[in-house]
């Protein structure tokens, strides 16, 4: 949105505050949500139950109070109750969606070909968006406040926060906040525990990892440990806190060589006599498995890009989600994620994905369907061999083949005699063993390294620590 700078309707988002989530749901308007969205009435019926049949008891100058019967209310801790108010945001969606479609609201682009975006919802983090108009602004507080009575969800506007686009005049931004009732900005504030701004110094916002993994190495300090106690905290718990963090944004390198220095410290430091320690092993020997002299310790920038990888996989291969409709869309509508380039002025979201193409280009091959979309010669693809492709170049006026030419018209057989004039022996026995399917199917990518074909961070990290171990100790060229 702070992109938007052209056009004359500018945009809104409203990151909603609601009091007591969980403790106000109307039972009465659950169960009506449940029956609307077809559970069967049995079903509902024991959730009711379950959901009703709560009592509390307080202890008051060591006297049991209660039971306390309460009429409204999520238990929270209660393994149901997340997933039970997500349905009771099903409300709000649909009310949403119904204006959508009516044209009193519109959400909000990132580039024309993108799908609209009107509302984010996740349990009671809430995220909507509309135009920068007073009719579409009202609209939206109508919803709020029908959505309100129905469900006894009580918003705090005074914690709620908005954002325009640049393009949004001042006198209008005055008129929306005081129609919404929100004066606090989102400003460089977390979401969902992640921030919600990056801006250029990405070494500062992502700062709170360091001081949250440097608390915990100050308060280990102070107990004695052995180095099997401290091998087991740093892996544990020291690498397990910028995990989440890692996916969905790219570390800088020079934050995630302090993370490391930090729990090297810690990890030959010596409480007796207060001093440092001697460093018996750099860290990235301590990195590597067991078997090979190591203590299995991670490599942080390879961890953070198989992480992230996880996510870019999502993108080759779901091509109906949210985020790879909306990406694809503004960064590589006509090319696959592998091809595609960085662009101009992007986010640090697709920065951080695009920055994956090396690790999945090492890590995927295709299983053939219909064999249209896979170049013959620059995609693996034949998985008899060792690199998955053709060793023998392309012959004249035949860079662009793709694999369902190689077959019969039937595409349920090779032609035994194009395959063999085209390749070697060796690859065209490689190709004519590939099995094909009895009807015709679309291409799939497999994650070649994992038995099941399915993306795991896991062996994403071998590849990734294979390839960081590799150029470190690359040899120079001689001047």
């Not at 801006?199 to 440097?214: E, H, P, Q, T, V």
Request: aromatic share 10%; proline share 5%; with cysteine.
């Amino acid at each position: 949105m702070r992109c938007k700078s052209k056009g004359k309707k500018g945009e809104v988002a409203l990151k909603l505050d609601i009091s007591k989530a969980f403790d106000s749901v109307s039972w009465s308007y659950l169960q009506v949500i449940l029956e609307k969205l077809g559970f069967c009435s049995q079903w509902v019926t024991w959730m009711m139950m379950c959901i009703t049949s709560v009592e509390y008891h307080v202890i008051f100058n060591g006297d049991r109070i209660g039971p306390i019967t309460p009429g409204r209310g999520l238990r929270q801790g209660c393994p149901l109750s997340p997933y039970l108010y997500i349905l009771c945001a099903e409300g709000l969606s649909a009310t949403i969606k119904n204006h959508e479609l009516r044209g009193k609201l519109h959400g909000t682009r990132i580039c024309r070909s993108a799908p609209p975006i009107s509302h984010l919802l996740f349990a009671d983090d809430s995220f909507l968006f509309c135009q920068a108009t007073t009719s579409e602004t009202q609209a939206l507080k109508e919803i709020l406040l029908h959505y309100e009575h129905a469900s006894g969800q009580a918003i705090n506007y005074n914690k709620s926060a908005i954002a325009f686009s640049t393009n949004t005049q001042h006198d209008l931004i005055s008129t929306i906040t005081n129609i919404l009732g929100v004066y606090g900005s989102i400003g460089s504030g977390k979401y969902l525990g992640l921030p919600s701004m990056v801006g250029r110094n990405k070494k500062a916002i992502f700062s709170y990892l360091k001081d949250r993994i440097w608390k915990k190495c100050q308060s280990w300090n102070a107990r004695s440990l052995s180095r099997a106690g401290k091998e087991i905290l740093i892996k544990s718990v020291a690498q397990a806190i910028p995990s989440y963090c890692m996916g969905a944004f790219l570390i800088p390198g020079s934050l995630c060589e302090e993370l490391e220095r930090m729990m090297n410290s810690f990890y030959w430091g010596s409480k007796k006599n207060g001093r440092r320690g001697i460093n018996w092993m750099r860290w990235e020997k301590l990195t590597l498995h067991k078997s090979l002299g190591g203590l299995g310790f991670r490599n942080l920038e390879a961890f953070n890009l198989s992480m992230l990888g996880k996510q870019s996989w999502k993108l080759m291969t779901d091509s109906n989600s949210l985020l790879t409709r909306v990406l694809k869309a503004k960064y590589f509508p006509r090319r696959d994620f592998l091809e595609a380039p960085l662009g101009h002025n992007p986010s640090y979201t697709w920065r951080s994905l695009w920055s994956t193409q090396s690790l999945l280009t090492l890590g995927y091959r295709w299983k053939i369907g219909n064999g249209s979309k896979i170049n013959v010669w620059s995609m693996p693809w034949i998985r008899n061999l060792p690199s998955h492709k053709p060793s023998t170049p392309p012959p004249p006026n035949l860079e662009e083949l793709t694999v369902n030419q190689l077959m019969n018209l039937d595409l349920l057989s090779w032609n035994y005699n194009l395959v063999h004039s085209i390749f070697d022996p060796q690859v065209a026995a490689a190709v004519t063993s590939i099995p094909l399917y009895t009807r015709p199917m679309e291409d799939t990518r497999l994650w070649k390294v994992s038995t099941d074909g399915k993306y795991t961070v896991k062996s994403a990290y071998r590849i990734c620590a294979d390839l960081l171990h590799s150029s470190t100790h690359a040899p120079s060229n001689p001047p």
